[in-house]
């Protein structure tokens, strides 16, 4: 009796909950009110069978509940009962399933208007390519992949010269326009979502994936990696901001393309900070820390040495070459306030400290550096 009247209880707090609770979907702000059509066909229909079954126990626990001199009678077979229950779980199962294939179908097919971006998902960022004036994203190459090249744009195809490139941190988007995202991988599985435009989807190493949507309203919407993708997969984040087309085209026409960032590197670092500056490369440090001010997941480089940052435990220090040699050899001594501790100590000779830390000397606050500051 008493687990009758906890059942019925569990399935009329379950239906206040649902009523109640602020927990439902953010506000939509793209086309792809289908999506939520598809969740709540499902939540519909395992809801109805919740509250069924829940009942259903509840009353035979109480209908048939022990009595003295009652015997259950024995039925070991069923076939008419048991025909039903097959049939109306197939129907219940394809009613939950085909909604989300019609909607998947359409949602990685694009349509023919709409514009092309990329997304590069890494350790622990996300890049934005855009294909420039002529519209056809220039070709790629993971071998191209350096320092200089971070899309791994293929230098020789006229196609990526226009190629307009976002390293900044923010993806801008224009109003009511359909945009095709294709996206790809430097390292491990990541997943672009963005909850209010309900789209989400993998980026694979060595796939490119790819799906459509149109903004429908201006705003800033949050990016989030919802794939675990190692130490700093929370702080992998970003934003897209949907606006009028006009904002959209300026803001796109001040970023930098794939020609004139070829043009501004190297040049005039000298050899010590050069080996720095390759060192950074290939040992991975530019996945989290920028060196044009843009956020990451460790302190940007741009101004950093010389400054004083507060650390974790509130007391403050000056960044000179002993904090950064101690900060690269044991990177948990002493964390910068509000980064998380997720850097691996790295095992690096002297000359190469040297040659890091002579790098970032060159990366002064005021003084150009090699990417347009977003700051
Ligand atoms: Cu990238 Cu999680």
């Known amino acids: 009796m008493a687990i009758a009247i906890v059942l019925v209880l569990i399935v009329v707090g379950s239906i206040l909950f649902h009523f109640l609770s602020p927990w439902w979907f953010t506000p939509l702000a793209s086309n792809w009110d289908q999506m939520d059509n598809t969740l709540i066909i499902t939540f519909v229909v395992t809801g109805v069978v919740f509250i069924g079954i829940n009942l259903f126990i509840a009353y035979a626990v109480f209908r048939f509940r022990h009595r003295e001199g009652r015997q259950a009678a024995y039925e070991p077979e069923n076939k008419k009962l048991e025909w039903w229950l097959i049939g109306l779980t197939s129907v219940g199962i394809a009613v939950m399933l085909a909604p989300g294939l019609i909607v998947y179908a359409e949602f990685v097919h694009a349509p023919k208007d709409a514009s092309v971006i990329e997304v590069v998902g890494q350790q622990w960022k996300w890049s934005f390519r855009f294909p420039g004036k002529d519209g056809v994203l220039g070709s790629v190459n993971p071998r191209l992949i350096s320092f200089d090249n971070p899309f791994g744009l293929n230098p020789d195809d006229p196609n990526g010269q226009d190629d307009v490139l976002v390293q900044s941190g923010e993806l801008h988007l224009p109003l009511d326009k359909p945009v095709r995202v294709l996206l790809r991988s430097k390292d491990v599985l990541h997943d672009f979502y963005v909850p209010h435009f309900r789209v989400k989807m993998d980026a694979v190493p ?115 070459e002993d904090y950064l040699k101690t900060s690269i050899l044991q990177p948990n001594a002493a964390i910068v306030e509000g980064y998380p501790a997720i850097m691996p100590p790295y095992d690096l000779s002297g000359e190469e400290l040297d040659a890091l830390i002579e790098y970032t000397k060159t990366l002064q606050a005021g003084a150009g550096s090699e990417a347009e500051s977003s700051e």
Do not use: Y
């Open 206 to 320: 060595g796939v490119l994936s790819g799906f459509w949507f149109t903004p429908t309203k201006p705003g800033r919407f949050d990016v989030a990696c919802a794939e675990f993708c190692g130490l700093g997969h929370h702080t992998m984040r970003s934003a897209v901001i949907v606006e009028e087309n006009r904002a959209f085209q300026q803001w796109l026409n001040a970023q930098t393309t794939f020609a004139r960032s070829s043009e501004q590197q190297g040049g005039t670092l000298s050899a010590l900070a050069q080996k720095g500056r390759e060192l950074a490369q290939a040992r991975g440090c530019r996945g989290c820390h920028s060196v044009d001010g843009s956020p990451g997941a460790g302190p940007t480089w741009k101004g950093l040495f010389g400054k004083t940052e507060t650390l974790a435990d509130s007391s403050t220090i000056v960044v000179d």
